[in-house]
């Protein structure tokens, strides 16, 4: 593994451990100041910029101090100049929702950029797949 790739590793895991214990400047620390994310509630257009991907954290905070999972499963980092990807699935959910559907993951796609010597996300991607209900409510 390359220092890149172990670079981008501990930031992915930092963020996901932020995330999960609702540390709100952790979360932003390694976000560029144009950041790009997609997530699975609203807005549909994503948010953009640090400021609207700030404004989307605090319902999650408040999902995870009720007792919800938020956990890597996997995750693939890929390399290349001063640019790189990485994906995971993630556990997450509450316990009993993941005692039901136990296979259900988030999907994370981010996409990253070296900026003054140093990774940072430019763009976040969240999604869940659709469920054989919700498939057939389409």
């Known amino acids: 593994m390359t220092t890149d790739e172990q670079q981008i590793r501990t930031l992915v895991e930092r963020w996901a451990d932020a995330a999960h214990a609702g ?7 390694d976000h560029a100041d144009d950041i790009v994310m997609f997530d699975v509630p609203p807005p549909h257009r994503g948010a953009r910029g640090i400021d609207a991907y700030r404004e989307t954290w605090p319902p999650f905070f408040e999902w995870q101090a009720q007792g ?3 956990e890597i499963e996997s995750l ?3 390399v ?5 990807f990485a994906h995971a699935l993630l556990r997450c959910g509450m316990p009993e929702d993941l ?3 136990p296979e259900n993951r988030l999907r994370l796609t981010l996409g990253l950029r070296r900026e003054q010597g140093r990774w940072v996300v430019a763009h976040e991607h969240h999604s869940f797949a659709l469920t054989d209900a919700v498939a057939a409510d389409r």
């Open 68 to 70: 919800a999972v938020f």
């Open 80 to 84: 290349g100049g001063g640019v790189a």
């Open 23 to 29: 540390d709100m400047d952790t979360v932003l620390a």
């Open 99 to 101: 005692a039901r559907n």
């Open 76 to 78: 693939d980092v890929e």
